[in-house]
């Protein structure tokens, strides 16, 4: 039985690439998975060639109100991945402030929506319902 067994992770852009991998080591370890991303397709291919059972969510994760339909629809997630990333680029001179734009809400925006959307679950569900997270002690993270 692995480590995350009883976990739910959501995986933003799980449908490829370091997604996938992530995806495919949690759930090695024993997490229920979410994955979410833009193209349904793409999320359940992903799921297939890492051999597991996924939910999977088309989301645009830069709208606030589509982020907030996750949150209702995904229900408890115990482990957060922020995934989703791109890099457009163009020179200085060149950058238009569309494209600057597009950059931080896809690269930046996304993890401030889902960490927004889900964190207060864990604050919750924290000893004493403290908004304030703290990391685990260190040797809960090392490996057995």
Known sequence: MGSLQGQH????????GIGTAIAAALAAEGARLTFVGRDGGRLERAAAQ???RADTVVCDV???AAVT??????????LLV???????????????LELWRRMLDVNATSA????????????RAAPGGSSTWRPPPASAATPT
């Open 9 to 16: 992770a959501l995986v933003s852009g799980a449908g490829s």
């Open 50 to 52: 890492i051999g597991v």
């Open 62 to 64: 830069t709208d606030e």
């Open 69 to 78: 339909a996750l949150a209702t629809a995904a229900g408890q997630v115990d």
């Open 82 to 96: 922020n995934n989703v990333g791109a890099a457009e680029s163009e020179p200085l001179a060149r950058t238009g």
């Open 112 to 123: 401030f929506l889902l960490c927004r959307a889900f964190a207060p679950a864990w604050w």
